[in-house]
């Protein structure tokens, strides 16, 4: 592995505070001479006019330090892991080659397994009969039509995203379960993951839904449907927008809008949690223990030597 470019990748659950702690630990290198730049591993961030709902950081919270993978498409367009790879790896290229360290931080598993842990994608080609049937069904039943098949992918899967759900039923139902096969992997990694504890990530879940709430969140998907955005692909995009979707064709009213999604938000949270598991090379950490966050950074340190 030593030989193989060196990336920090920063992983955790929604709201657990790997953003912050990001910018922290790239503002901490600076002060060796280290230079730092940020790629966004979350399947909804490379949406452009997705900020609110996502929690997007801003350019006043960037503090100076280059972020990639945010806005790079059309909300209307279906942006695919393959997609996203191809780009994350053009960006990690170009970041060493100026001579800085790439950080990738995001919650997305399946994104950044296949990018940093070198996880090879199934090529199983579209089955348009199949996606058919599929398409007549709930999310609610497409999810459980998962579990059934594959019960692993649907650990980390946004589960009110049916674009996501009747693909990988389709790669499950040819393969049997959607294959983790190892590949080389092209980079050296050192896995960081952000963990403040079931307690305080449901506070911080509910906090920073009604904060998101109160700085636009609704408005943000009514002017995304205004320009274009239908509510079906809203649902698409899942989770905050799915919900957004149903709240503005006033299925639900507005308390039972946030209570399902503030509920959905920390169901989602938890299946994050269960596939960063899997992975042996993450060092947890909690973001407000000081003993804990300056023993990582020294680790960075060294690992970067």
């Known amino acids: 592995m030593d030989f193989l470019p060196k990336i920090i990748t920063i992983v955790g659950p929604t709201a657990s505070g790997k953003t912050g702690f990001s910018i922290w630990l790239a503002k901490e290198l ?7 730049e940020i790629i966004s591993a979350d399947s909804r961030q490379v949406y452009i006019g997705l900020d609110i709902g996502t929690g997007k ?11 990639h993978m945010l806005d790079v498409c059309d909300p209307k367009d279906i942006y695919s892991v393959a997609e996203f790879v191809a780009n994350a790896e053009k960006c990690i290229k170009e970041i060493i080659d100026r ?26 080609p579209k089955n348009e009969e199949l996606r058919k049937e599929l398409e007549s069904k709930s999310k609610e039943e497409l999810f459980e039509m998962l579990l059934k098949l594959d019960d692993n992918r649907a650990q980390d899967i946004d589960k009110d ?6 693909r990988a039923i389709e790669i499950a139902n040819t ?38 709430l109160d700085d636009g969140m609704v408005t943000e998907a009514e002017n995304l449907h205004t320009t274009g955005l239908s509510y079906e692909r809203m649902r698409e995009l899942g989770l905050e927008y799915s919900f957004l979707a149903d709240y503005l064709e ?13 509920t959905a938000i920390w169901q989602y949270a938890r299946r994050q949690k269960t596939w960063f598991k899997r992975n042996q090379e993450i060092s947890w950490i909690n973001p407000k223990n000081e003993k804990e966050i300056e023993e990582i950074k020294n680790k960075v340190l060294e690992f970067l030597k």
């Open 30 to 36: 600076e002060k060796s001479d280290l230079r730092a």
């Open 57 to 67: 950081v801003t350019k006043e919270e960037m503090c100076g330090i280059p972020h």
């Open 99 to 124: 001579g800085n360290i790439p950080i990738i931080v995001g919650g997305t598993g399946f994104y950044i397994d296949t990018l940093v842990r070198g996880i090879s994608l199934p090529n199983v």
């Open 161 to 166: 995203n049916k674009v996501r759900l009747i």
């Open 175 to 212: 393969l049997g379960n959607v294959p983790e096969i190892r590949a080389n992997t092209k980079y050296n990694s050192l896995f960081i993951g952000i963990n403040p504890g079931d307690e305080i990530l449901q506070k911080n879940i509910h906090t920073r839904l009604l904060q998101r």
């Open 250 to 262: 006033e299925k639900t009213n507005y308390e039972e809008f946030v209570s399902l999604l503030n």
